[in-house]
Nanobody, 118 residues
Framework: QVQLVESGGGLVQPGGSLRLSCAAS????????MSWYRQAPGKERELVAR????????NYADSVKGRFTIARDNGKNAVLLQMNSLKPEDTAVYYC???????????WGQGTQVTVSS
């Protein structure tokens, strides 16, 4: 049974930082590309960052380049999203996703809320 469990969300002031974690189980983690998406109220779910199965390939949404960093630990079956210099427009529910190969995830976590507000 595939499980993706996100943690680390919360309320942070503009300019602050958060680190999201996603713990994966139920599949061969090292065979899957991992990604973070987000969905703000009234908007479509959008890609934030993605990392290839070996960790060497990454891509980011233009809106987060230079502020967010995705990383994976294949020994711990985990993927992280370090978010710095947060802005109010980063407020959304953040989802962890997994897929064999590049593309929209086949599996999703339940999401974790990130709110950036003073």
């Amino acid at each position: 049974q595939v499980q993706l469990v996100e943690s680390g969300g919360g309320l942070v002031q503009p300019g602050g930082s958060l680190r999201l974690s996603c713990a994966a189980s139920g599949f061969i983690f090292s065979n899957y590309a991992m990604s973070w998406y987000r969905q703000a109220p009234g908007k479509e779910r959008e890609l934030v960052a993605r990392v290839g199965s070996a960790g060497g390939s990454t891509n980011y949404a233009d809106s987060v380049k230079g502020r967010f960093t995705i990383a994976r630990d294949n020994g711990k079956n985990a993927v992280l999203l370090q978010m710095n210099s947060l802005k109010p427009e980063d407020t959304a529910v953040y989802y962890c996703g997994a897929r064999r190969g590049w593309g929209r995830p086949s599996y999703w976590g339940q999401g974790t809320q990130v709110t950036v507000s003073s």
